[in-house]
């Protein structure tokens, strides 16, 4: 059967030559980093070397940058640490994050440990920066932590990092951003970037998964978030994943060594799918702002064609049998075949049609979104007769 | 150069078929097993498939298996859930843990969210039983967690589970144990072991680094450790690290596969190699009970020879110089050139030599051990004269 994987915001098929670095890490460099003899320096140098390559890529310096589990615990890190070790005690955040920082922050608020709040959005689902100044303004003696994501995960809009950066810096707030969209995909300078925290994920641009890391722009008053070993210089206990350190170095390079290139193809792509789709199914529309080519992200678009919620199942189940991967919303949340609260949140009871998120990679083509299309042309087609 | 890895308990290489079946899962199964469409679905399936596997090997069910980035997340997990989620207001443990255990419980005692006691120690270094069941009974109403290693990871001294188990339970006490250094070197039957969580980590039986589990008997009441997206049923956020899951699998299957047989080989290279030390070296002595080969597990064994701190330390440089890989503690220790806190905390200060540890792998041979030992006598005789 044929096969079409469009669901590359959730997670994205490893490149052979990343296989083939964690293969031949795990073959070769098995010591532990913390040991001090041969072995251990060698699986040492090998993320320290990761660590490097990384920065060096985001314009940075390499004891920025803390080896994680992934995203998600990279997002945690940061949020929780900056509440526990940096006096923060106001968390200014959107109610469209991954939930990576929702459930965490709303977690914290939940302890009272924090005061939560939320910045509007505007009808688009985009962030309403006058808002968030106000916000800021209103209790400048409260420790705050702003979180916002660069790009959402459903929805694909792109947040002015530097613009929210600089208004955080201005009302001495922290600034953490969930990157796990944009890393890989976007040029990032975290010289000259006012963030504090970043969190990236390697399987989300064809590295592996289970492997991450947080960019934290001063570490100095941080405790561990995991306590034990000294790894990490103290911040993160536990032996190092080396062969999936490597890996994630290795999709970085890659990433970055052909960004434009692979950005120029996929826009390519979503602007052929829009167009088509337009041409094709009477009534489709593009959800937040991922229908503009210039203020969302290239890698994904959020479609409604005019479905109810049990047509839409009945929909993606024809779609899944066709061989066709897309999503309802973030995966992280399809498990619980639920409509995507992000959606939910932003056109409330105006969302007349539900959303599918179809999100490119460099190993899609034009003849797959064509059969996607038709596939879905037909779909659309059996409905209304 | 000839080069010996005699540091299995720091980590061990990955066996040939865990690496194969981590690029298969690699390269065949990238989906996010959050998604529902069918690449999601097959990714899902690995890892629950692992997850059964491994429960069942350790005879229980795969609701009790929690995924983990590994050992030391794992003891974390199950210590800072417990006080969080569980009412525990004491934890007795010991000051020879490993720092996954001791950095953790003494961050909760910091931060006042504890009472913690340490258990005596007798002069091998062992749990002095008697000392537990008075400190339990001293505050019965008080919810009580009790953290004890199974097998010391630099002396090898084993932990009646059952025992402490069974007396943990009269008390009314919850009990964890850091099972780093046992499971996959030793059954455990979970459905008839007194033990409410128990932490593993791949690494130490020729799995990957970055994966292991958190045993817990029953979750009921854990909130996550992790906030995020609802896997690992809402108890550990973040993407399903596959690979290293099926990897982790693998490993488990291997190493309960051929459990006796490996067992006994090692044994017999542990039997040897203590045997021809006492032949070869003068004064040469064995720490905790790691000389005893019922005592001590069969994977490791913590020498000391007549040499000062700083003689041990160009003693450890020549052997690593020759290719020998050994330590002197633990890995995650080692970075920081100190000596052993296991051995200052039971020897104090009739600490008069450091010790060496040597751990085994099924890799290992006679044929290596003599090789080390030439050397620690050519070293030693060169030492004296």
Known sequence: MKSVYLDNAATTPIDNQVIAAIHESMLANFGNPSSTHAFGRKAKAAVET????IASLLHTTAANIVFTSGGTEADNMAIICAVRDLGVKRIISSKIEHHAVLN??????????IDLQFVN???NGSVDVSHLESLLAESPSVKTLVSLMHINNEIGNILDLKAVGELCKTHNALFHSDTVQSVGHFSMNLEELPVDFIAVSAHKFHGPKGVGFLYAKSRTHLKPFIHGGSQERDLRA?????HNIV???KAMELAYLNLEKE???ITSLKRYFIHTLMDEIPGVRFNGLSGNLEKSTYTLVNVSIPLSASEMDMFLFQLDLKGIACSKGSACQSGA????????????????????RFSFSKYNSKEELDYVISILKDLAILKSS
């Open 263 to 265: 950005r120029a193809y």
């Open 50 to 53: 990761a660590r490097k390559s």
């Open 238 to 242: 536990g032996t190092e994943s080396v």
């Open 337 to 356: 075949q639920i409509g995507s609260f992000v959606l939910n949140e932003i056109y409330g009871d105006n969302l007349d049609y539900p959303g599918i």
């Open 121 to 123: 959005l505007d009808e």
């Open 247 to 249: 890996g994630l170095q």
């Open 104 to 113: 965490c922050v709303e977690f914290l608020e939940a302890e009272a440990l």
